[in-house]
């Protein structure tokens, strides 16, 4: 990574450390600066992608909640700076490439195959800049979040059963590439035994609701956001892969050798909106619905505690890793060129500007990654108030207006609360469980269960589950008909109850 070589750009490191009274830099000069009735206005171009979840805190919650603003540098050299701060979104990371490229875009989000074409097309058309790739917004160190779906009603179980359909996917994402190791996993030729098409996620849960498609393989938030809407349901997600992804921030160099000072605000900016996700997830999660469109459970899903997705703007070897795998991929799909070393791509990390942030706010380095990694469920149960011990067979439930999420140490006590609330005139908009062997988190109606005794253990699969019930001896179980044996269960103690 930069941050661990010394010989690069002596003319950053002298401006990165340099305050100086006056406002004339000896860096590089950028088109995001002029003058504007004698003072310097400094633009700050940010390109985001308000629906993909995994950028939110560093577009939506930055830029609403103005934690920018907050963090910019007003003494020295930006005494008398007046900013111009710009926001633009975006469906997917090519367009802020492009923006970018064209000096338009200062600050890029996006994930990490865009990223990568994002940085070597830099490489190849930009004579006098880089792109860096200077922190991280969220990641899955196993691939959770990219993920294919097929219509709700359909036949469709696994992979295996996709063999002759049509399949779409945004050609050139992470989900793409995360589609073709899946199918080669499950034998089958992505050239032959199905037909892929190109198709945005837009397009495609509309294909998946008309039934012109018979499954759509997307990134983040989609394979979870289409089920929670009712017209779509996962059959396969990234994790199983085992294959890290991520979003991550990436900087044009020549405004972070201008302006360091405000690229370490901005990551300022981003810490500070991690820590108040974590403090608050549920109100976050409310005002990034409306901010994005997306609905509060599905970002609670994705970032709160036993998330898909870790919030941690670390660059650790897991994202190196991402980053490498992407350029591979990319490579065997001919996006980039082939003869490029996937361990090149290091050359434009750097993550001395996050560094100098944790530093200035007084946070440590190893903590935040050691949090991020350990943000699962605690707390007490809900109905027992039993300590939750063990977050990958716990559960989780939100009520219809109520604002924070409710937790339980298993899901049997999660199914039992529901005859009480059903009793109390409340309903749950959805219910959270977690698959007993990977800890991922599942929107229970479309899991599936084992019971063994008074034991019930989630499944992202169904054979899954089925050798898990011929390992334990216990039975595959839907989850409307563990609803209504608690239900039922509910009747007879009511029955019974002394009058």
């Known amino acids: 990574m930069r941050g661990e070589r010394t010989g690069w750009k002596r003319g950053f490191t002298a401006c990165f450390l340099m305050i100086s009274v006056t406002f004339m830099s000896s860096c590089a000069s950028t088109s995001a600066s002029n003058t504007t009735g004698g003072r310097q206005v400094i633009r700050i171009a940010i390109g985001t992608q308000d629906q993909v979840i995994n950028t939110a805190v560093g577009g939506a919650v930055v830029r609403e909640m103005e934690l920018l603003q907050k963090h910019l540098p007003r003494t020295g050299k930006y005494e008398n700076v007046e900013y111009k701060i710009e926001w633009s979104s975006y469906t997917s990371g090519p367009p802020i490439t492009n923006k970018m490229v064209a000096g338009q875009i200062d600050i890029g989000l996006m994930g990490d195959f865009p990223a990568v074409i994002n940085m070597l097309t830099f490489q190849k058309e930009v004579a006098n800049a880089d792109s860096l790739f200077i922190g991280t917004l969220a990641y899955s160190p196993t691939g959770a979040g990219n993920a294919v779906v097929v219509p709700k009603d359909s036949p469709v179980t696994s992979l295996a059963d996709l063999r002759g359909k049509t399949v779409s996917v945004p050609f050139g994402s992470a989900a793409h590439g995360m589609l073709l190791k899946a199918l080669e996993t499950a ?42 809407r009712g017209f779509a349901r996962k059959i396969f997600d990234g994790a199983q892969t085992g294959k890290p992804t991520l979003h991550g921030i990436v900087v044009r160099s020549d ?41 509060k459970e599905v970002v609670y899903m994705f970032l709160g505690p036993s998330g898909l997705q870790a919030l941690s703007p670390a660059i650790e070897d897991v994202h190196l890793t991402a980053l490498k795998n992407s350029v591979a991929t990319l490579a065997e799909l001919g996006r980039v060129d082939a ?77 039992q609360m529901l005859p009480k609330l059903q009793e109390e005139g409340k309903a749950a908009n959805v219910l959270f469980v977690h698959d007993r062997e990977n800890g991922w988190k599942l929107f229970a109606e479309n899991s599936y269960f084992v019971q063994t005794g008074n034991e019930i253990s989630a499944f992202l699969s169904a054979e899954a589950a089925q050798n898990a019930a011929s390992a334990s001896g216990g039975r595959v179980a839907a989850f409307k008909d563990l609803q209504q044996f608690y239900a039922q269960q509910s009747q007879q103690a009511l029955l019974v109850a002394p009058r």
């Open 339 to 415: 003869g490029i070393n996937p361990d090149s791509i290091v050359d434009w990390v750097d993550d001395r500007f996050l560094r100098q942030a944790i530093e200035e706010m007084n946070l440590d380095y190893d903590r935040l990654v050691a949090e991020a990694g350990n943000y699962v469920i605690t707390g007490n149960d809900a109905l027992t108030n039993e300590p939750i011990t063990n977050p990958k067979m716990a559960a989780q439930l939100w009520v219809q207006g109520e604002e924070t999420v409710m937790s339980f140490a298993s899901i049997a006590n999660m199914l």
């Open 187 to 228: 034998n089958l030729n992505p050239e032959q035994d199905v037909k892929l098409i190109s198709q945005s996620p837009e397009v495609g849960g509309s294909s998946l609701r008309t039934g012109q498609i018979d499954a759509h393989a997307d990134f983040v938030p989609f394979g979870e956001l289409f089920p929670f």
């Open 255 to 295: 405004f972070a050798e201008q302006y360091p000072e405000v690229v370490v605000a901005y990551l300022k900016a981003i810490l500070e909106a991690n820590q108040m996700f974590r403090e608050e997830p549920e109100a976050i999660a409310a005002n990034i619905q409306e901010w994005s469109g997306v609905e």
